[in-house]
Protein backbone atom coordinates (compact mmCIF):
# COMPACT_ATOMS: atom_id res chain seq x y z
CA UNK A 1 0.00 0.00 0.00
CA UNK A 2 3.10 2.50 1.09
CA UNK A 3 4.47 1.85 -2.15
CA UNK A 4 1.50 2.29 -4.62
CA UNK A 5 0.72 5.59 -2.32
CA UNK A 6 4.58 6.51 -3.37
CA UNK A 7 4.24 5.85 -6.81
CA UNK A 8 0.72 8.09 -7.64
CA UNK A 9 2.36 11.03 -5.45
CA UNK A 10 6.02 10.88 -7.55
CA UNK A 11 3.79 10.49 -11.02
CA UNK A 12 2.04 13.39 -10.15
CA UNK A 13 4.63 15.67 -8.75
CA UNK A 14 6.29 14.50 -11.69
CA UNK A 15 4.24 15.05 -14.70
CA UNK A 16 3.45 18.91 -13.30
CA UNK A 17 6.77 19.72 -12.87
CA UNK A 18 7.80 18.46 -16.03
CA UNK A 19 4.99 20.44 -17.41
CA UNK A 20 6.44 23.78 -16.07
CA UNK A 21 9.05 23.38 -17.91
CA UNK A 22 6.87 22.20 -21.39
CA UNK A 23 3.73 24.54 -21.09
CA UNK A 24 2.70 26.58 -23.85
CA UNK A 25 0.37 28.77 -22.10
CA UNK A 26 2.09 29.95 -19.67
CA UNK A 27 -0.21 29.64 -17.02
CA UNK A 28 0.14 26.50 -15.31
CA UNK A 29 3.15 28.18 -12.66
CA UNK A 30 -0.17 29.80 -11.35
CA UNK A 31 -1.29 26.66 -9.59
CA UNK A 32 1.50 24.68 -9.54
CA UNK A 33 4.42 26.75 -9.55
CA UNK A 34 5.53 25.94 -5.82
CA UNK A 35 6.78 22.87 -7.14
CA UNK A 36 9.59 23.92 -7.82
CA UNK A 37 10.22 26.48 -4.78
CA UNK A 38 10.00 23.17 -2.96
CA UNK A 39 13.02 21.72 -4.21
CA UNK A 40 15.79 21.53 -1.72
CA UNK A 41 18.68 23.86 -4.22
CA UNK A 42 16.28 26.37 -4.74
CA UNK A 43 15.02 26.38 -1.39
CA UNK A 44 18.60 27.21 0.24
CA UNK A 45 19.54 29.90 -2.85
CA UNK A 46 16.36 31.93 -1.76
CA UNK A 47 16.93 31.49 2.03
CA UNK A 48 13.26 30.01 1.92
CA UNK A 49 13.65 28.68 5.36
CA UNK A 50 9.88 27.39 5.49
CA UNK A 51 10.59 25.10 3.18
CA UNK A 52 13.81 24.05 4.66
CA UNK A 53 12.80 22.89 7.71
CA UNK A 54 9.82 21.08 6.26
CA UNK A 55 11.91 19.28 4.31
CA UNK A 56 14.54 18.53 7.13
CA UNK A 57 11.41 17.66 9.10
CA UNK A 58 10.34 15.33 6.42
CA UNK A 59 13.51 13.62 6.04
CA UNK A 60 13.94 12.99 9.75
CA UNK A 61 10.69 11.80 9.91
CA UNK A 62 10.10 9.57 6.99
CA UNK A 63 13.93 9.48 5.70
CA UNK A 64 14.37 10.75 1.90
CA UNK A 65 10.84 11.00 0.36
CA UNK A 66 11.83 13.84 -1.19
CA UNK A 67 14.36 11.76 -3.23
CA UNK A 68 11.71 9.24 -3.93
CA UNK A 69 8.60 11.58 -5.09
CA UNK A 70 9.45 15.39 -4.94
CA UNK A 71 12.83 15.17 -6.86
CA UNK A 72 11.86 14.71 -10.39
CA UNK A 73 15.60 14.01 -11.41
CA UNK A 74 14.87 10.80 -8.75
CA UNK A 75 11.66 9.67 -10.49
CA UNK A 76 13.24 10.30 -13.78
CA UNK A 77 15.31 7.19 -12.61
CA UNK A 78 12.95 5.54 -11.59
CA UNK A 79 11.15 5.23 -14.99
CA UNK A 80 14.16 4.01 -16.29
CA UNK A 81 15.06 1.84 -13.75
CA UNK A 82 11.65 0.26 -13.98
CA UNK A 83 11.95 -0.07 -17.56
CA UNK A 84 15.52 -1.57 -17.53
CA UNK A 85 13.57 -3.84 -14.82
CA UNK A 86 11.11 -4.86 -17.56
CA UNK A 87 14.09 -7.10 -19.49
CA UNK A 88 16.00 -7.81 -16.14
CA UNK A 89 14.40 -8.73 -12.91
CA UNK A 90 16.05 -8.83 -10.07
CA UNK A 91 18.78 -7.35 -10.79
CA UNK A 92 20.45 -5.50 -7.72
CA UNK A 93 22.89 -6.64 -5.09
CA UNK A 94 24.43 -4.96 -1.80
CA UNK A 95 27.12 -3.14 -2.09
CA UNK A 96 28.98 -0.55 0.51
CA UNK A 97 28.88 2.59 0.32
CA UNK A 98 31.48 4.66 -1.47
CA UNK A 99 32.11 7.03 1.28
CA UNK A 100 34.81 9.08 -0.18
CA UNK A 101 33.11 9.74 -3.46
CA UNK A 102 29.90 10.84 -2.01
CA UNK A 103 31.69 13.57 0.47
CA UNK A 104 34.18 14.20 -2.00
CA UNK A 105 30.83 15.56 -4.49
CA UNK A 106 29.09 17.53 -1.68
CA UNK A 107 32.70 19.23 -0.41
CA UNK A 108 33.04 19.77 -4.01
CA UNK A 109 29.83 21.30 -4.35
CA UNK A 110 29.52 23.42 -1.31
CA UNK A 111 33.14 25.04 -2.41
CA UNK A 112 32.10 25.70 -5.69
CA UNK A 113 28.95 27.65 -4.27
CA UNK A 114 30.78 29.71 -1.76
CA UNK A 115 33.62 30.76 -4.53
CA UNK A 116 30.00 32.00 -6.10
CA UNK A 117 30.57 29.54 -8.83
CA UNK A 118 27.07 28.99 -8.58
CA UNK A 119 25.80 27.96 -12.24
CA UNK A 120 29.06 24.95 -12.12
CA UNK A 121 27.98 23.49 -8.61
CA UNK A 122 23.94 23.64 -10.53
CA UNK A 123 25.60 21.08 -13.13
CA UNK A 124 25.38 18.12 -10.60
CA UNK A 125 22.63 19.47 -8.41
CA UNK A 126 19.10 17.44 -8.90
CA UNK A 127 16.39 19.92 -10.03
CA UNK A 128 18.47 22.10 -12.15
CA UNK A 129 20.03 19.03 -14.61
CA UNK A 130 16.56 17.80 -15.21
CA UNK A 131 15.32 21.40 -15.86
CA UNK A 132 18.21 21.87 -18.51
CA UNK A 133 17.39 18.19 -19.96
CA UNK A 134 13.63 18.99 -19.93
CA UNK A 135 14.05 22.65 -21.59
CA UNK A 136 16.81 21.53 -23.91
CA UNK A 137 15.90 18.06 -24.81
CA UNK A 138 11.85 17.67 -23.77
CA UNK A 139 10.42 21.23 -24.71
CA UNK A 140 11.41 20.81 -28.25
CA UNK A 141 10.01 17.39 -29.20
CA UNK A 142 6.51 18.56 -27.18
CA UNK A 143 6.38 21.61 -29.24
CA UNK A 144 6.79 20.29 -32.31
CA UNK A 145 3.79 17.85 -31.51
CA UNK A 146 1.65 20.56 -30.54
CA UNK A 147 2.97 22.14 -33.90
CA UNK A 148 1.88 18.85 -35.47
CA UNK A 149 -1.38 19.11 -33.45
CA UNK A 150 -2.29 22.59 -35.23
CA UNK A 151 -1.44 21.89 -38.78
CA UNK A 152 -3.88 18.91 -38.03
CA UNK A 153 -6.31 21.66 -36.86
CA UNK A 154 -5.73 23.85 -39.27
CA UNK A 155 -6.54 21.36 -42.20
CA UNK A 156 -10.11 21.05 -40.84
CA UNK A 157 -10.28 24.88 -39.89
CA UNK A 158 -9.76 24.32 -36.21
CA UNK A 159 -7.54 26.54 -34.04
CA UNK A 160 -8.04 24.51 -31.06
CA UNK A 161 -4.08 24.43 -31.53
CA UNK A 162 -1.72 27.43 -32.43
CA UNK A 163 2.06 26.77 -33.40
CA UNK A 164 5.21 27.74 -31.54
CA UNK A 165 8.31 28.66 -32.55
CA UNK A 166 11.26 25.73 -31.93
CA UNK A 167 14.25 27.11 -32.11
CA UNK A 168 17.75 26.40 -30.31
CA UNK A 169 19.02 28.68 -27.51
CA UNK A 170 22.45 27.25 -26.75
CA UNK A 171 24.71 24.95 -28.56
CA UNK A 172 26.58 24.59 -25.05
CA UNK A 173 23.52 24.04 -22.69
CA UNK A 174 22.44 21.64 -25.47
CA UNK A 175 25.27 19.99 -25.42
CA UNK A 176 25.48 19.50 -21.66
CA UNK A 177 21.87 18.11 -21.42
CA UNK A 178 22.26 15.18 -23.72
CA UNK A 179 25.52 14.68 -21.86
CA UNK A 180 23.51 14.61 -18.12
CA UNK A 181 20.96 12.81 -20.17
CA UNK A 182 23.42 10.08 -21.45
CA UNK A 183 25.12 9.94 -17.93
CA UNK A 184 21.37 9.64 -15.86
CA UNK A 185 19.79 7.11 -18.08
CA UNK A 186 22.98 4.97 -18.15
CA UNK A 187 23.57 5.18 -14.71
CA UNK A 188 19.91 4.27 -13.69
CA UNK A 189 19.70 1.39 -16.20
CA UNK A 190 22.45 -0.10 -15.19
CA UNK A 191 22.46 0.35 -11.13
CA UNK A 192 19.61 2.06 -10.10
CA UNK A 193 19.61 5.39 -7.82
CA UNK A 194 23.93 5.23 -8.47
CA UNK A 195 23.49 8.90 -8.86
CA UNK A 196 22.01 9.75 -6.33
CA UNK A 197 24.29 7.97 -3.49
CA UNK A 198 27.37 8.61 -4.88
CA UNK A 199 27.14 12.37 -6.95
CA UNK A 200 24.01 13.90 -5.95
CA UNK A 201 24.54 16.28 -3.42
CA UNK A 202 21.61 16.71 -2.05
CA UNK A 203 20.98 12.66 -2.00
CA UNK A 204 24.20 13.00 0.23
CA UNK A 205 23.30 15.69 2.83
CA UNK A 206 19.59 14.23 2.78
CA UNK A 207 21.13 10.80 3.83
CA UNK A 208 22.95 12.56 6.77
CA UNK A 209 19.51 13.44 8.25
CA UNK A 210 18.20 10.11 7.02
CA UNK A 211 20.72 8.49 10.07
CA UNK A 212 17.95 9.89 12.77
CA UNK A 213 14.88 9.28 10.82
CA UNK A 214 12.19 8.14 12.95
CA UNK A 215 10.34 5.54 10.59
CA UNK A 216 12.65 3.28 8.63
CA UNK A 217 12.32 -0.24 6.85
CA UNK A 218 13.62 -2.56 9.54
CA UNK A 219 13.86 -6.27 8.96
CA UNK A 220 12.40 -8.83 11.66
CA UNK A 221 15.12 -11.66 11.66
CA UNK A 222 12.38 -13.93 12.63
CA UNK A 223 10.70 -14.20 9.21
CA UNK A 224 13.40 -13.98 7.21
CA UNK A 225 14.64 -16.81 5.36
CA UNK A 226 17.56 -15.38 3.61
CA UNK A 227 16.21 -15.38 0.23
CA UNK A 228 17.69 -11.96 -0.33
CA UNK A 229 14.56 -10.96 -2.67
CA UNK A 230 14.72 -7.57 -0.68
CA UNK A 231 18.51 -6.96 -1.84
CA UNK A 232 17.99 -7.99 -5.24
CA UNK A 233 15.00 -5.32 -5.75
CA UNK A 234 16.77 -2.73 -3.37
CA UNK A 235 17.53 0.17 -6.39
CA UNK A 236 19.61 2.03 -3.69
CA UNK A 237 21.91 -1.51 -2.91
CA UNK A 238 21.71 -0.86 0.49
CA UNK A 239 20.02 -3.81 1.86
CA UNK A 240 22.87 -6.05 3.00
CA UNK A 241 20.45 -9.74 3.47
CA UNK A 242 23.35 -12.04 4.60
CA UNK A 243 23.41 -9.62 8.25
CA UNK A 244 20.15 -7.90 7.81
CA UNK A 245 21.05 -4.49 7.71
CA UNK A 246 20.56 -1.08 6.06
CA UNK A 247 22.50 1.55 5.05
CA UNK A 248 19.74 4.03 5.75
CA UNK A 249 21.99 7.13 4.26
CA UNK A 250 21.20 5.44 1.24
CA UNK A 251 17.92 4.66 1.49
CA UNK A 252 15.38 6.47 -0.41
CA UNK A 253 12.40 5.11 0.63
CA UNK A 254 10.60 3.63 -2.06
CA UNK A 255 9.06 0.97 -0.33
CA UNK A 256 10.12 -1.91 -3.34
CA UNK A 257 12.05 -4.18 -0.78
CA UNK A 258 8.36 -4.24 1.37
CA UNK A 259 6.54 -4.69 -1.25
CA UNK A 260 8.95 -7.89 -2.87
CA UNK A 261 9.42 -10.11 0.77
CA UNK A 262 6.88 -12.69 0.58
CA UNK A 263 7.60 -13.49 4.22
CA UNK A 264 6.54 -10.09 5.86
CA UNK A 265 9.85 -9.59 6.78
CA UNK A 266 10.39 -6.01 6.20
CA UNK A 267 8.44 -3.53 7.74
CA UNK A 268 7.62 0.35 7.98
CA UNK A 269 8.32 1.21 11.60
CA UNK A 270 9.52 3.56 14.27
CA UNK A 271 13.06 3.62 14.55
CA UNK A 272 12.46 3.39 18.72
CA UNK A 273 10.19 0.14 18.31
CA UNK A 274 11.98 -3.02 18.55
CA UNK A 275 11.14 -5.53 16.20
CA UNK A 276 9.88 -8.93 17.73
CA UNK A 277 8.58 -12.08 16.61
CA UNK A 278 4.84 -12.28 15.54
CA UNK A 279 2.73 -14.46 14.30
CA UNK A 280 2.31 -15.54 11.15
CA UNK A 281 0.39 -13.23 9.50
CA UNK A 282 -1.15 -13.08 5.54
CA UNK A 283 0.03 -10.95 2.95
CA UNK A 284 -3.10 -8.86 3.10
CA UNK A 285 -3.33 -8.15 6.67
CA UNK A 286 0.53 -7.14 6.67
CA UNK A 287 -0.26 -5.01 3.82
CA UNK A 288 -3.71 -3.56 6.09
CA UNK A 289 -1.35 -2.51 8.73
CA UNK A 290 1.09 -0.79 6.70
CA UNK A 291 -1.65 1.60 5.16
CA UNK A 292 -2.56 2.96 8.49
CA UNK A 293 1.05 4.72 8.50
CA UNK A 294 1.50 5.94 4.83
CA UNK A 295 2.18 9.66 4.95
CA UNK A 296 1.73 11.59 2.00
CA UNK A 297 -1.01 12.46 -0.81
CA UNK A 298 -0.96 14.44 -3.27
CA UNK A 299 -4.09 15.55 -5.82
CA UNK A 300 -3.34 17.77 -8.56
CA UNK A 301 -5.74 19.23 -11.38
CA UNK A 302 -4.54 20.40 -15.14
CA UNK A 303 -5.14 24.15 -16.06
CA UNK A 304 -6.90 24.32 -19.53
CA UNK A 305 -4.93 25.63 -22.39
CA UNK A 306 -4.59 29.40 -23.37
CA UNK A 307 -3.97 30.63 -26.60
CA UNK A 308 -0.25 31.83 -27.74
CA UNK A 309 0.30 33.61 -30.48
CA UNK A 310 0.79 32.46 -34.20
CA UNK A 311 4.71 31.59 -35.55
CA UNK A 312 6.81 34.63 -35.99
CA UNK A 313 6.46 35.12 -39.95
CA UNK A 314 10.00 34.78 -41.64
CA UNK A 315 8.80 36.44 -44.72
CA UNK A 316 8.09 40.31 -45.59
CA UNK A 317 4.16 40.17 -47.47
CA UNK A 318 5.27 36.40 -48.33
CA UNK A 319 7.88 37.50 -51.18
CA UNK A 320 11.12 39.25 -49.87
CA UNK A 321 13.56 36.65 -47.23
CA UNK A 322 13.80 38.30 -44.05
CA UNK A 323 17.61 38.11 -42.90
CA UNK A 324 17.87 37.25 -39.21
CA UNK A 325 19.68 39.27 -36.67
CA UNK A 326 22.98 38.36 -35.11
CA UNK A 327 23.96 38.95 -32.00
CA UNK A 328 26.03 42.12 -31.23
CA UNK A 329 29.27 42.33 -29.36
CA UNK A 330 28.10 43.33 -25.78
CA UNK A 331 31.00 45.08 -23.04
CA UNK A 332 28.35 43.67 -20.56
CA UNK A 333 25.60 41.14 -21.07
CA UNK A 334 22.09 42.06 -19.82
CA UNK A 335 20.60 40.24 -17.03
CA UNK A 336 16.75 40.15 -16.51
CA UNK A 337 14.61 43.07 -14.64
CA UNK A 338 14.48 42.25 -11.11
CA UNK A 339 18.00 40.24 -10.46
CA UNK A 340 19.19 43.14 -9.25
CA UNK A 341 22.96 42.86 -10.43
CA UNK A 342 24.62 39.99 -12.71
CA UNK A 343 26.48 39.22 -9.60
CA UNK A 344 23.16 38.85 -7.71
CA UNK A 345 22.04 36.42 -10.68
CA UNK A 346 25.22 34.64 -10.79
CA UNK A 347 25.06 34.06 -6.84
CA UNK A 348 21.36 33.15 -6.82
CA UNK A 349 20.48 31.13 -9.97
CA UNK A 350 20.50 27.38 -10.12
CA UNK A 351 20.84 27.56 -14.02
CA UNK A 352 17.41 25.34 -13.91
CA UNK A 353 16.56 27.56 -17.20
CA UNK A 354 12.78 27.41 -16.21
CA UNK A 355 12.65 31.60 -16.74
CA UNK A 356 14.25 30.41 -20.22
CA UNK A 357 11.44 27.82 -21.15
CA UNK A 358 8.54 29.99 -20.00
CA UNK A 359 9.77 33.29 -21.42
CA UNK A 360 7.17 34.58 -23.98
CA UNK A 361 9.20 36.87 -25.87
CA UNK A 362 12.24 34.87 -26.83
CA UNK A 363 14.38 37.31 -25.02
CA UNK A 364 15.93 35.00 -22.43
CA UNK A 365 18.67 32.37 -23.05
CA UNK A 366 21.69 30.36 -21.87
CA UNK A 367 24.78 31.92 -20.98
CA UNK A 368 27.58 30.63 -22.59
CA UNK A 369 30.28 32.81 -20.98
CA UNK A 370 32.32 30.62 -17.41
CA UNK A 371 31.24 32.41 -14.47
CA UNK A 372 27.77 32.06 -15.64
CA UNK A 373 27.53 29.47 -17.73
CA UNK A 374 23.77 28.38 -18.80
CA UNK A 375 22.37 30.92 -16.62
CA UNK A 376 19.62 33.51 -18.71
CA UNK A 377 20.54 36.44 -19.93
CA UNK A 378 19.56 38.70 -22.48
CA UNK A 379 19.52 39.13 -26.11
CA UNK A 380 16.73 40.72 -28.88
CA UNK A 381 17.02 39.12 -31.90
CA UNK A 382 13.88 37.69 -31.79
CA UNK A 383 11.50 39.97 -29.24
CA UNK A 384 12.24 42.11 -26.47
CA UNK A 385 11.67 42.43 -22.87
CA UNK A 386 7.69 43.81 -23.32
CA UNK A 387 7.09 46.26 -19.60
CA UNK A 388 3.49 44.24 -19.01
CA UNK A 389 5.32 40.96 -18.91
CA UNK A 390 7.01 39.10 -15.34
CA UNK A 391 6.79 36.13 -16.41
CA UNK A 392 10.35 35.09 -15.75
CA UNK A 393 10.34 36.57 -12.38
CA UNK A 394 7.15 34.81 -11.49
CA UNK A 395 8.60 31.24 -12.60
CA UNK A 396 11.58 32.02 -10.95
CA UNK A 397 12.22 29.20 -7.77
CA UNK A 398 14.90 30.80 -5.66
CA UNK A 399 14.06 34.69 -6.09
CA UNK A 400 17.44 35.09 -8.16
CA UNK A 401 14.75 37.28 -10.47
CA UNK A 402 11.91 38.85 -8.33
CA UNK A 403 9.26 41.87 -9.31
CA UNK A 404 6.81 42.97 -6.76
CA UNK A 405 4.82 44.82 -9.55
CA UNK A 406 4.89 45.77 -13.65
CA UNK A 407 5.14 49.13 -11.89
CA UNK A 408 8.36 48.27 -10.54
CA UNK A 409 9.70 47.24 -13.53
CA UNK A 410 8.85 50.11 -15.69
CA UNK A 411 11.52 51.60 -13.49
CA UNK A 412 14.55 49.74 -13.62
CA UNK A 413 16.99 50.07 -15.73
CA UNK A 414 18.88 47.01 -17.10
CA UNK A 415 20.95 48.44 -19.56
CA UNK A 416 21.20 51.68 -22.50
CA UNK A 417 20.89 51.97 -25.79
CA UNK A 418 23.74 52.50 -27.89
CA UNK A 419 23.55 53.59 -31.80
CA UNK A 420 25.59 52.55 -34.18
CA UNK A 421 25.69 55.13 -37.00
CA UNK A 422 27.60 53.23 -39.09
CA UNK A 423 24.57 50.78 -39.18
CA UNK A 424 21.60 53.07 -39.65
CA UNK A 425 19.58 52.81 -42.80
CA UNK A 426 19.05 56.42 -43.14
CA UNK A 427 22.18 56.91 -43.71
CA UNK A 428 23.13 54.00 -45.58
CA UNK A 429 20.18 53.72 -47.74
CA UNK A 430 19.21 57.53 -47.71
CA UNK A 431 15.44 56.66 -46.13
CA UNK A 432 13.51 58.00 -43.59
CA UNK A 433 12.75 55.49 -40.51
CA UNK A 434 12.78 56.56 -37.01
CA UNK A 435 11.31 52.90 -35.96
CA UNK A 436 13.29 53.33 -32.57
CA UNK A 437 11.75 56.37 -31.54
CA UNK A 438 8.39 55.29 -32.32
CA UNK A 439 8.52 51.95 -30.36
CA UNK A 440 10.52 53.21 -27.29
CA UNK A 441 7.83 52.33 -24.71
CA UNK A 442 9.36 55.48 -22.47
CA UNK A 443 10.13 57.97 -24.95
CA UNK A 444 14.22 57.83 -24.14
CA UNK A 445 15.04 57.98 -28.15
CA UNK A 446 14.03 61.23 -30.47
CA UNK A 447 14.79 62.09 -34.05
CA UNK A 448 17.24 64.95 -34.81
CA UNK A 449 18.30 66.21 -37.57
CA UNK A 450 21.87 65.06 -38.85
CA UNK A 451 22.97 68.22 -40.06
CA UNK A 452 21.87 70.29 -37.71
CA UNK A 453 22.28 73.64 -40.21
CA UNK A 454 20.35 71.36 -42.69
CA UNK A 455 16.64 71.47 -41.08
CA UNK A 456 15.30 68.90 -43.97
CA UNK A 457 18.73 66.89 -44.21
CA UNK A 458 17.78 63.31 -42.66
CA UNK A 459 16.76 62.56 -39.10
CA UNK A 460 18.75 60.17 -37.05
CA UNK A 461 18.05 58.91 -33.11
CA UNK A 462 19.93 60.34 -29.99
CA UNK A 463 19.24 58.41 -26.93
CA UNK A 464 18.43 60.11 -23.70
CA UNK A 465 20.33 57.12 -22.01
CA UNK A 466 18.97 58.45 -18.32
CA UNK A 467 15.62 57.92 -19.66
CA UNK A 468 16.15 54.19 -21.05
CA UNK A 469 15.37 50.91 -19.52
CA UNK A 470 16.97 49.07 -21.40
CA UNK A 471 14.01 47.08 -22.70
CA UNK A 472 15.33 46.16 -26.42
CA UNK A 473 12.22 47.16 -28.35
CA UNK A 474 14.70 49.70 -30.36
CA UNK A 475 17.11 46.67 -31.62
CA UNK A 476 14.80 44.48 -31.88
CA UNK A 477 12.55 46.19 -34.52
CA UNK A 478 15.39 48.22 -36.03
CA UNK A 479 14.93 47.10 -39.83
CA UNK A 480 18.81 46.98 -40.15
CA UNK A 481 20.71 43.50 -41.25
CA UNK A 482 22.71 41.73 -39.67
CA UNK A 483 23.06 43.66 -37.38
CA UNK A 484 21.05 46.23 -35.45
CA UNK A 485 21.74 49.97 -35.74
CA UNK A 486 21.19 50.29 -32.35
CA UNK A 487 21.81 48.07 -29.44
CA UNK A 488 21.83 47.55 -25.61
CA UNK A 489 24.79 47.61 -23.78
CA UNK A 490 23.97 46.02 -20.25
CA UNK A 491 24.57 47.39 -16.75
CA UNK A 492 26.37 45.10 -14.16
CA UNK A 493 24.39 46.71 -11.54
CA UNK A 494 20.59 47.79 -11.93
CA UNK A 495 19.43 51.15 -11.25
CA UNK A 496 16.00 52.91 -10.74
CA UNK A 497 15.29 55.53 -12.81
Not at 97 to 118: D, H
Not at 175 to 194: D, E, M, P, Q, Y
Request: glycine fraction near 6%; hydrophobic fraction near 45%.
Amino acid sequence: MLRKIRIVAATICFALITLLFLDVTGTLHLWFGWLAKIQFLPAVLALNAGVIILLVALTLLFGRIYCSVICPLGVFQDIVSWVAGKHKKNRFRYSPALSWLRYGMLVIFIATMVAGLASWAALIAPYSAYGRIATNLFAPVYRWGNNLLAAVAEHFDSYAFYSTEVWLKSLPSLLVALITLAVIVVLAWRNGRTYCNTICPVGTTLGMLSHFSLFRPVIDTSKCNGCQSCARNCKASCIDAKNHTIDYSRCVTCFDCIDKCRQGAIRYAPRTRAVRPTKPATGTEEKGAESRRAFLTLTGVLAGSALLKAQEMKVDGGLAIIEEKKIPKRATPITPPGSLSASHLAQHCTACQLCISNCPNQVLRPSGKLMTFMQPEMSYERGYCRPECAKCAEVCPTDAIRLTSLAEKSGIQIGHAVWVKDNCIVLTDGVSCGNCARHCPVGAIQMVASDPDVADSPRIPVVNTERCIGCGACENLCPARPFSAIYVEGHQKHRII
